[in-house]
DNA sequence: GTGGTCTAGACCACT
DNA sequence: GTGGTCTAGACCACG
């Protein structure tokens, strides 16, 4: 009990990666109901509030749905999530590939390397 | 005159990774002259203060010289400059990597996307 | 069976607006019984402890009377109808000069756009 | 100092509105610098935590920028204020025609009974 | 018991 | 001095 954050980005924001995560991996199933506020809080060890916002930003991300009094679910809609699994793939690799070229690395180079990290695991 | 910078990055952080990324490059050599502060500070667009603690930085991290009364040099030490390099490598994988599983991507996958986006520039 | 509801508004108020029209609009005659809670609340697919104060919240606006171990009706008072239509068309269009005002439009702009919305339908 | 606000929409929704009206309006102009977040709270007699809040949302809306260390700035982008207005137009008409509906009023006897209570105005 | 709003106040990052 | 993050705790609206 209690996710060890990192220290240079907000939690919230790192909560709201990890449930997103969560959802592209599909260990959170579409329509599958989310943890209370309160509860996840709890268990994230943060307060309320916190988990609140990171609620309320998934909610605005289109990725969960509130039912009043009721909690928030994973959306039903599944070609959203899929939709969201390309975005943040794009995301992903093209806030990689802007740092790659400011420091002046070849793409090839970076690959290479990669394969290798990768192939450790 | 005026750089444009990304909004949700510090910009002197943005500054020391150009600088650095010019340093990899070897766009600025070994023991080159660096502009003045205040000269960068115009020709970036930003306060002169923030470039002040740009090149306290690059001090800091010993990929820079600053001689009093002359200015700040790039350092002169080739070795220093192509560890940095591997440095630099080594960071922007091991922080992507974290990402890629943090999101449940396959490295094979990214590596695919990589390469597709990688090409066509 | 189960209504749509509008996200942004409470159930039980979309509810009371709801059965308010029918009566105004005629669908609900004076005097007419309507379903017993229970009923309404399976058809609207909602909780019967919300479907209950939708109910007494109608009563306490004297729009329906609930006679002990036989239901709630529709009041008899066509007067208090014609009157209860007056003030809810009050109530519609000042809120609505409260926005209009609010944004900055003007009266015959937004006037203009109604009719060539409402002409639609 | 400080303003009325309604009881029963939240307060930073209102600070909001009325924030997009004075945009709208040209009250602000675009490009022109809000208040700081502290000032405005001051002012309007709110926490500066429900300032930030307000925003924060405005900046979701693409109707503000904010510029680390500098203050939050009306967009410069007057196409963008352009269509904002028009968003809120079909909003506001949209909403109220769904009431409109609701209760089983004609468009047109709604608005005469409009521009009867705008003329006095 | 659920989510939503608001306040108060501390502390940090950035220019 | 600016915005941004986080905590703590109260109170309300809803089902």
Same mark, same amino acid.
């Given at each position: 009990?209690g ?11 790192q909560?709201?990666d ?6 592209i ?8 109901? @989310?943890?209370?506020?309160r509860e996840?809080? #709890? /268990? &994230? ?13 998934l ?11 009721q ?7 599944e070609?959203r999530i ?5 975005e943040?793939?794009e995301? @992903?690799?093209?806030?990689f590939?802007?740092? #790659? /070229? &400011? ?9 290479e ?8 695991r």
């Amino acid at each position: 009990m209690g996710i060890d954050f990192l220290p240079d980005k907000p939690i919230y924001q790192q909560l709201i990666d990890r449930i997103t995560g969560a959802i592209i991996r599909g260990t959170l199933q579409p329509g599958e109901k @989310l943890p209370s506020v309160r509860e996840y809080a #709890v /268990e &994230a060890g943060v307060n309320a509030n916190t988990m609140q916002r990171v609620y309320k930003e998934l909610e605005q991300m289109e990725i969960t749905e509130t039912r009043r009094g009721q909690g928030s679910f994973v959306t039903g809609d599944e070609a959203r999530i899929a939709m969201l699994r390309d975005e943040m793939k794009e995301q @992903l690799v093209t806030s990689f590939l802007q740092n #790659v /070229e &400011a420091f002046g690395f070849t793409t090839a180079e970076i690959v290479e390397h990669l394969q290798k990290r990768g192939d450790k695991r």
